[in-house]
């Protein structure tokens, strides 16, 4: 198979040999299932939501900056440019990317640890996890069934992107337990969470990496968070930087866009060409050989596994927990603790929907609708709770 022939690849999902969606459907007649599966994704409340929702800065910072939205959409460009490369099956890898942050909550990483402590004594919050209760549970659109109904496949990458949760006897392989949602959902549709997913959610799942990496390193120059000539020392976005540097007199937005641009470009390249040594050397004959493999067929090559790490070394002390950032973050912890305390002890304050319907002789019920809820949220529409039953509103700036 030629590199980016469009030539559908051995080894990719098949979507004429899905798996199925647990409830069953009528299939279209225009569009694959997986086709079918981004465009749900596409059209759903938690999607629209991610327009407002932190990335690293907070939305009233700069019209500039990522949210989850505009990082969910690079990430989709960057899966689908590996998967056509690799011989993948695009819609299911960009199905893979555009659904990878639905459970993020408002405030990104910093109301993730603070509703995680506020549910210490119920099973903890994970983002990932929350991701399977949008898509199974939470989302309420259609007639038949709650969540999105989504394929097999599709699930199992939105679970398992980042490889196995658990060995062949189920004993998982982070931490002493499963994320409860996850546990309860695989109760009803086993994802096989032993087993690594399909390529095209290994290849959504390095997009992640790279995109990361890229707008990230983007975002802090522009908020001036480090400058270029600290980034000299780190390979590959050094080596670029002293390439750039004999393209003549360019200011500093546009030198700053040719760096992004290359960054992502030679990961890339790098991830095309070794995953093709990977499958070369692995040969699977089909897409379970994929899941079987006891490895991840789509990666890094060492030395850009460094690179990469090296990135989010220097990123992790200058940008993540910069004091600015840090600042605002410890803030929006607060706004997030305080309404989950609030609504815990207030439930009817909650809109109706989410007010009843749960079991309330279950003593996790209540603060896991709460989270459920909170997470939900944007930024703008938490600060905005928050105000309503605060007398004082941190502005996280």
């Known amino acids: 198979m030629a590199v980016g022939s469009g030539v559908r690849a051995v080894y990719a999902a098949d979507p004429a040999k899905s798996r199925g969606r647990l409830v069953a459907e009528r299939p279209s007649p225009s569009r694959s299932d997986f086709r079918r599966d981004c465009d749900r994704i596409i059209h759903s409340a938690a999607f629209r939501r991610l327009a407002h929702k ?6 009233h910072e700069g019209d500039h900056y990522r949210t989850r939205l505009t990082h969910t959409l690079e990430v989709t460009q960057i899966a689908r440019s590996l998967a056509r490369a690799l011989g993948l099956d695009e819609d299911l890898a960009e199905a893979s990317a555009l659904g990878h942050d639905l459970g993020h909550t408002p405030f990104g990483h910093a109301g993730e640890r603070a509703l995680d402590g ?3 004594d119920h099973g903890g919050f994970d983002h990932n996890a929350q991701t399977l209760s949008v898509v199974t549970r939470l989302e309420r659109r259609y007639a038949k069934f709650d969540g999105l109904n989504l394929t097999w496949e599709t699930l199992e990458g939105l679970v ?29 549709n086993d994802l096989e969470l032993w087993s690594y997913p399909s390529a095209e959610a290994q290849a ?21 968070l480090f400058g270029l000539h600290e980034l ?29 641009r290359r960054v992502i470009t030679r990961m890339i390249e790098d991830v095309t060409s070794e995953s093709c040594r990977r499958i070369e050397e692995l040969a699977p004959a089909s897409a379970e050989d994929v899941r079987r493999a006891g490895a991840a067929v789509v990666g890094f090559t060492p030395g850009m596994a460094a ?20 600042r605002i973050m410890e803030d929006a912890e607060q706004v997030v603790r305080d309404l989950f305390r609030y609504y815990t002890a207030h439930p009817d304050e ?8 749960f079991d309330p002789s279950d003593p996790h019920a209540l603060a896991r609708r709460v989270a459920d809820y909170i997470a939900g949220m944007t930024d703008r529409y938490a600060l905005g709770e928050h105000a309503r039953v605060f007398p004082e509103t941190p502005e996280l700036r």
């Open 118 to 120: 506020c549910l210490a």
């Open 232 to 260: 000299a020392s780190l390979p590959l976005v050094g080596d670029i930087l002293r390439a750039t540097a004999g393209l003549g007199s360019m200011d500093l937005p546009r030198r700053v866009h040719e760096l992004i």
């Open 54 to 59: 932190t990335q690293v800065f907070v939305y």
């Open 160 to 188: 398992k992107h980042n490889g196995p949760l658990t060995d062949r006897s189920g004993k998982p392989l982070h931490g002493s337990a499963l994320p409860r949602a996850v546990a309860d959902y695989v109760r009803v």
């Open 307 to 326: 690179a990469d790490r090296a990135i989010k070394d220097f990123l992790w002390p200058r940008m993540y927990r910069h004091p600015r950032v840090q």
């Open 204 to 224: 959504a799942a390095i997009a992640d990496d790279i995109a990361y990496d890229a707008h990230d390193i983007d975002d802090g120059l522009r908020a001036d």
């Open 350 to 357: 909650m809109p109706e929907e989410w007010a009843h319907g």
